[in-house]
């Protein structure tokens, strides 16, 4: 696939509606308004979803690990993990092998919450008015995108 040329004389490419980011970032907000509506019930933020998203997956995981799969510095992940214990969603443990590393377990009630929170994809499915395939096809080209950007 060819980029088309564009002549540094047409000031168009730096229309608002004509930046990649901007559509992002716009989506983004439109995402965090409708997980805002649907996570207020479980008492989560969307930042303190993605965790439990990925404890849900693979529970006993070091602070440093659930920051890769998020994207996410220690210093910004601290603060959410600790608001999640203060919830009593999950408890921050020193590891036994290597004291810099605390290890990040869910509790009986943060377990238990994955239940309630198992309808939240059928939600946002509904709420984006697409198909499940437009969606995963579209879940890849933006998985594509970060992987070049971050090459």
Not at 39 to 56: A, D, I, K
Not at 65 to 87: A, W
């Amino acid at each position: 696939m060819s980029i088309p040329e564009v002549s540094m004389q047409d000031s168009s490419v730096l229309n608002l509606d004509n930046q990649l980011c901007f559509m992002v970032y716009s989506t983004n907000l439109a995402l965090n308004q409708i997980y805002r509506k649907i996570l207020s019930p479980l008492g989560l933020t969307y930042p303190q979803y993605l965790v439990m998203l990925v404890l849900w997956e693979k529970d006993g995981l070091t602070v440093s690990e659930i920051g890769e799969k998020l994207f996410l510095e220690s210093s910004t992940l601290t603060p959410l993990l600790k608001k999640l214990q203060s919830l009593e969603l999950l408890d921050r443990i020193r590891s036994t092998k290597d004291e810099r590393q605390v290890i990040i377990t869910l509790t009986a009630k943060g377990q238990n919450l994955k239940d309630q929170a198992i309808d939240i994809p059928t939600q946002i499915l509904k709420a984006s008015a697409c198909d499940i395939e437009t969606l995963v096809e579209l879940k890849q080209q933006l998985s594509n995108l970060r992987s070049n950007i971050l090459k």
